[in-house]
């Protein structure tokens, strides 16, 4: 069975991990890359980059307005500069904890407290909704929990599922033609219920927060350390700088998508992947309890020491790269310099004309055998002893314009997957007459949406203790 995760033998026949693809009618001719050297000339930005990210690229990220993902040069280091520093060691900090209080949270609310087994037909029902709930207390500075109720008494929608219904329709509001998104179907009404929604409270939040960051600098006083008061509060720093309300609000939207879909759908594909390695599992589950024994909560304290938790994440990152291309664009005529294939020494300069597409192929930068043994293969130990913030792990992109949420997502999966590992085993929940592997064929392989995602995880929880 072919896989879409194949990618890397599209490069096969040609010996390159750098490819120009020419279109058969029209249009000018682009490159591809696999190549991390190549990834690196045209993704890092800044003035010495003859690249850029061209707005085609972004227009999934413009609904709500100009943000840190879609903006460029000048416009990025003014987003950079007020954005940055909402990632500080107080929103780590409420990631952990509010990653832990929802754990309880699922526990109680699924009814699996004294349960021994339990299956679990779709895992990302629950790592979604995870993903949702952390990026909208820690992200938004929400109160929301596992389970309220979708509607509140007077019939409107409650935030929590205005947000639930905004980001799963995302890909709707923004490529289908506005007089579909307008007709008067029940769909489309939810749909644009859900924005209005949001949007008039969020304008609100923004007011509300600018009154209480002036009242606590004045006073002295801590305040909020959700992320959206933060970028208020950076703002307010600014001057002449400063965001305007529409940008603010675009930078809390840009949150959600990056920081939602793409952990939710790491910590599917991790599952997954311990499901059908059982060994691996146990070498993790090992390590937790090691570290935090069989009574107490995980705190951010133990973090360093889950590295085999962090590997495995980290491994199901590289497979399932969340942020699958990357693209730009020369904005002036310049060159590539190419890595000759393995064996050959050197590397071939290639012209590249002005206007000229790049595309960061980062399943083929992670499946590329110049970089990893056996390069198919789940094996989180490539990652043991590696730094954190190294660059060696490159799927959340490379220099200054890499992933600003790597930490938030990877506290938030680390947590998670030590207490979910530590109470059951996982293990794959397989179809009448199939075997694991054909379980693994089946469900191991990826589907593209707004980002790239593993397909259903179907599992069973058998409680450990
Ligand atoms: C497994 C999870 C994640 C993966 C694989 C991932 C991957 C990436 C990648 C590849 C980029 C570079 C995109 C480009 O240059 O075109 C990126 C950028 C970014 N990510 Fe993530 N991301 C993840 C989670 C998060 C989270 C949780 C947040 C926020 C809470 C976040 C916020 C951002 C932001 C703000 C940028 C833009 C940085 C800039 O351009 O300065 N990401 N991410």
Known sequence: MKSNLDRFAVYKPFAHDTISVVPYLVGS?????????????VSVGGHKCSFHKPTEASLAFLLWGMNIIAADGETWR???????????????????????????????????????????????????????????????????????????????LSIQEALRIVTDSHMIAVFLPQWIQNLPIKKMK???????KLLGFMKQQVEERRV?????????????????????????????????????????????????????????????????????QDEVYDQIVSVVGLERDPTIEDYPSLDKVLAAFYEGV???????????????????????????????????????????DMVGVQYNPRYFDNPGEYRPS??????????????????SRACLGRKFATLESVCFLSLLLRDFRIQPALKAGETKDQWRDRVLDAKIALTLGVNDVPVKLVRRV
């Open 29 to 41: 001719p682009s490159f591809y890359t696999g190549n991390v050297d190549v990834a690196r000339q």
């Open 318 to 360: 590289r497979l399932f790269p969340a942020g699958h291309l990357m693209i730009r664009q020369a904005y002036e005529d310049t060159v590539l310099k190419i890595p000759n294939p393995v064996g050959e020494e050197g590397i071939t300069t290639v012209p590249v004309p002005k206007g000229t597409n790049v595309i960061v």
């Open 190 to 196: 939810e749909i644009r219920e859900a924005h209005h």
């Open 78 to 156: 003014k987003h950079r500069r007020v954005v940055g520093p909402a990632f500080n060691n107080e929103l780590y900090q409420m990631v952990w904890t509010e990653t832990l209080k929802t754990y309880g949270d699922m526990i109680a609310a699924e009814g699996w407290e004294g349960k021994q087994e339990i299956d679990v037909p779709v895992i990302q029902t629950l790592t979604f909704k995870l993903a949702l709930l952390i990026i909208g207390k820690c992200g938004f500075g929400f109160s929301f929990n596992w389970f309220s109720p979708p509607r509140s008494k007077d019939g409107s």
């Open 212 to 280: 209480e960051v002036r009242a606590s600098l004045s006073e002295g006083s801590g305040g909020r350390h959700d992320a959206f008061t933060m970028l208020v509060k950076a703002n307010e720093d600014e001057g002449k700088l400063k965001l305007s309300d529409e940008e603010l609000i675009g930078n809390v939207f840009v949150m959600l998508f990056a920081g939602h879909e793409t952990t939710a759908y790491t910590l599917a594909a991790t599952l997954g992947f311990l499901a059908y390695h059982q060994d691996l």
């Open 382 to 399: 490539r990652w043991y002893g590696v730094n954190n913030e190294s660059e060696s792990f490159s799927a959340f992109s490379i220099g």
